[in-house]
């Protein structure tokens, strides 16, 4: 009986490809995290704002209230304020309650009616004088004003770009510190978001009438993990 084999040399390298290959270390690996943020001026502003208004019927607060908050929309209109930018966010009305004389019980002394708007001014000039003018026009309640960024995308790609070089920095300085020299990037993964107007005021914000203003500055903030091989 005869057996077929393969030639010696042959056979050999056979036997030796699967230890070799299980011998072969993995390359060492360097995960660092790169981040930045990218300030801007603001040039967007949201106020949350409405009219409170008490009457001793439900009718009577209401009609109140709805005569203050039209004065309101159309002075935001007359000052260049978008209908698209003018969002009713709020609108409640309940009755006021109040103790009896003999504190057995409450009755209903009238009722109060809100109105709350979430607008938009793009113009950050007109800001300072549309907060006065509504006020007087009947607002009585302001809840805040957030600032931000119509096209966040530039800033935030600028944010993007100096936390890959933050990252690739760190990563070079521990290989370095390691004894080994950086290799090709493996992956690259991103976070990030959006960081709240920082406290520092820009005289550019300030208004010449109406209510004084300052925007501050926003930021974009940008957060890149990479992963690179050592040598």
Known sequence: MRFSSLPT?????????????????????????????????PDLATVDMGVTTDGPSAAEALATNNAAV????????????????IQTSNLSLNPNWTSTPDGAGSVI??????????????DLGKLGPVLDAVVTDGANTLNGITFGLQDPKPVMAAARRQAVVDARLRAEELAA?????????????????????????????????GVPVAGGEVGMTASVTLVFEAQ
Request: net charge neutral.
């Open 109 to 122: 002394s009238g009722y109060m009616a809100m109105n709350m708007l979430s607008v938009r001014v793009r």
């Open 70 to 85: 039209k004065a309101i929309m159309d002075r935001l209109v007359s000052a260049g304020i978008e209908a698209r930018d």
């Open 177 to 209: 510190a390691a004894g080994l020299k950086l290799g090709s990037l493996v992956s690259i993964t991103e976070g990030g978001g959006f960081q709240a107007p920082q406290p520092m005021y820009r005289q550019s914000m300030a208004q010449d009438a």
């Open 9 to 41: 040399a042959a056979f050999a390298l056979a036997l030796c490809a699967v230890p070799l290959a299980a011998l072969a270390a993995d390359p060492a690996l360097i995960t660092v995290t790169g981040d930045n943020t990218a300030q801007a001026a």
